[in-house]
């Protein structure tokens, strides 16, 4: 699977971005998608993932109700919607997929098969 990564930017604390990584190579539908994010000095971490069946989706506290992933079937590409914003949300965000990953396992860097280039947040106070 072949992912791009678009959206990102600068942007004052408290504002949004939009996210999306386009797929191809597979239907998005039959494959698990997750976002995953990388700060300067950091690991990388689980942002947001969204179960292959489209019926579960998984966030990390830390970006619990400002964050929402979605998914559009039709146009295979999955959407990272980001808002009030925080300058510690300033990282690359990276999109990945696995066709064989499970529930337990969906906020699992290494259940992840495919990787997108990444896609720099800057978040500034």
């Known amino acids: 699977v072949q992912l791009v990564e678009s959206g990102g930017g600068l942007v004052q604390a408290g504002g949004s971005l939009r996210l999306s990584c386009a797929a191809s190579?597979?239907?998005?539908?039959?494959?698990?998608t997750g976002w995953f994010r990388q700060a300067p000095g950091k690991e990388r971490e689980f942002v947001a993932a969204?179960?292959?069946?489209?019926?579960?989706?998984r966030y990390a506290d830390s970006v619990k109700g400002r964050f929402t992933m979605l998914r559009d079937n039709a146009k295979d590409t999955v959407y990272l919607q980001m808002n009030s914003l925080k300058p510690e949300d300033t990282a690359v965000y990276y999109c990945a997929t696995g066709s064989r990953i499970i529930l337990s396992s969906m906020t699992a860097e290494s259940a992840y098969d495919d990787w997108g280039q990444g896609t720099q947040v800057t978040v500034s106070s």
């Open positions: 969204i179960f292959r069946s489209g019926t579960t989706t």
């Open positions: 190579g597979r239907t998005i539908r039959t494959i698990t």
